[in-house]
């Protein structure tokens, strides 16, 4: 199951996140998002777990949870949709 986690401070790190996740269950991977521009963490990222019960159990209990003083939030990732350009064309 893929969760997204986001409230993040910017000096968390993707081991970090493994290891916050890891007593749960195993942890295939982790993958905090960066900004392009300034290489600098986004703020949110995903911890991909194999086992459905192993990640919900995680979600329970790390929802809410402080870390580098920032109450993150953790919930099951859902699916990305498409942006669209609200029915106009640009050329």
């Given amino acids: 199951m893929n ?3 986001s409230n993040l ?3 968390v790190q993707n081991e970090d996140l493994k290891k ?3 007593p749960y269950g195993d942890v295939s991977s982790v993958n905090i998002i960066m900004d392009k521009i300034t290489n600098r963490s986004r703020g ?3 911890v991909d777990m194999p086992s459905t019960e192993s990640a919900e159990a995680a979600i329970k209990e790390l929802n809410g949870v402080s870390m580098e003083g920032r109450s993150i939030k953790v919930n ?3 699916p990305r949709v498409e942006r669209t350009t ?3 064309n640009f050329y």
């Fill in 20 to 22: 916050l996740f890891s």
């Fill in 44 to 46: 949110f990222g995903f």
């Fill in 76 to 78: 099951e990732a859902k």
């Fill in 86 to 88: 609200g029915g106009r």
């Fill in 3 to 5: 969760i997204y986690v």
């Fill in 9 to 11: 401070g910017f000096g």
